[in-house]
């Protein structure tokens, strides 16, 4: 049986200040088990009551999400933190002093009140206090924490703008809270707080030694989770994919992209620095070569390729260091014949050679 399309509304609202019936409405959209769509510091989110085992399953739904693929919880304030959490770890206040409201995710072991369905059926919760506006008005406004995903269909690129919402969800869910294009760009760090040392399950816009200089040494590479439950979002081998074929490439990437422009391709090409060269079937764009303009930048890049329909994408490999690795974990995970670097160690980055 056809799954029914919904008319799925955009609202306009300030990204400083939003205007409060936007938000009263979409906080009492959640309150009632729905779905809203909201900009975070990050990427967009696909919001539902965490509370809400009904509502949270609406989420998969629209996304056509796996199950064992968990959900971050969002909350207002550290207190809220603690009311979804069944252990609040020393380290966890330290964390939560320095980095919230902001790109860090905590897995702490879970309440009963959350449930399984946020979890993937695992014993933890992944929670965070998102740093934008928008968010936190409606946090506020709903009183309840905001299970939430990318606003995005599974395995699809995640959002940094309410058009890239629509054009992934449009039917599938009512609302969608505008604003404007997110700062980040890439989604949360996640950090493990259940083993010893903690572990980084995901990079993000917060680095392992940013961590570390509040809480000491961490496991900086996440280890396979074998049978049990997924405690993170974004540890799924394909992931943050564009629609077409993505390729990573070290080093001049010229050849590479000539070769299947020559075979009838056409192509996309990420890249640090303009070409000497042009051809009908190329779209070239050029990304800042600062690690956090990068990240700012990458999903919409792709997005922006995606539109444009091409066949492939080729993308300069990123320079090592901290500072690059999310970046470089979205492009293995994205990429053909490739494996997500958040499975390696950081001094141990292996090559991805063109296909």
Do not use: C
């Not at 799954?3 to 955009?10: C, G, L, N, P, Y």
């Not at 059926?121 to 709903?142: D, E, F, Y």
């Not at 990420?270 to 690690?291: A, M, Q, R, S, Y």
Request: aromatic share 4%.
């Amino acid at each position: 049986m056809a799954r029914k399309a919904i008319e799925t509304e955009v609202v306009r609202v300030d990204a400083q200040r939003p205007e409060e019936e936007a938000i009263a409405r979409a906080a009492e959209m959640l309150r009632r088990g729905g779905l809203v769509a909201f900009p975070t510091e990050t990427v967009y989110g696909l919001g539902a009551n965490a509370l809400d085992a009904e509502a949270i399953a609406r989420i998969y739904e629209a996304k056509g999400r796996p199950a064992s693929n968990p959900l971050i919880v969002h909350v207002a304030d550290a207190e809220a933190a603690r009311q979804v959490v069944a252990a609040w770890a020393e380290a966890a206040g330290r964390l939560a002093a320095r980095f919230w409201p902001g790109p860090l995710t905590l897995v702490l072991p879970k309440r009963e009140a959350i449930p399984e369905i946020v979890t993937a059926g695992g014993p933890t919760v992944a929670v965070r206090i998102p740093a934008h506006a928008v968010a936190l008005a409606l946090l506020r406004a709903a009183a309840v924490p905001i299970a939430a995903p990318s606003a995005n269909r599974s395995l699809r690129l995640s959002p940094t703008r309410a058009e890239h919402v629509l054009r992934d969800l449009k039917g599938r869910i009512p609302l969608i809270l505008d604003g404007g294009p997110t700062t980040g760009g890439l989604e949360s760090t996640v950090l493990d707080l259940t083993t010893s040392p903690p572990r980084l399950l995901r990079p993000g816009l917060v680095t392992p030694a940013e961590i570390e200089t509040v809480i000491g040494p961490i496991e900086r590479a996440a280890k396979p989770a074998g049978n049990q439950p997924l405690p993170s979002p974004g540890m799924m081998a394909r992931h943050y994919a564009p629609r077409a074929p993505l390729e990573i490439q070290e080093g001049d990437a010229s050849s590479r992209v000539q070769s299947l422009l020559a075979q009838g391709e056409t192509v996309g090409w990420l890249t640090f620095t303009d070409p000497d060269w042009k051809h009908p079937g190329l779209t070239v764009l050029i990304l800042p070569e600062e690690p956090e303009a990068y990240a700012a930048h990458l999903y919409a890049a792709l997005h922006a390729l995606d539109a444009a329909d091409v066949t492939r994408i080729v993308v300069d490999l990123p320079p090592e260091g901290e500072a690059w690795l999310a970046a470089r974990d979205r492009l293995h995970r994205a990429a053909i014949k490739s494996r997500p670097l958040s499975s390696l160690p950081v001094n141990h980055v292996r090559r991805t050679p063109g296909a």
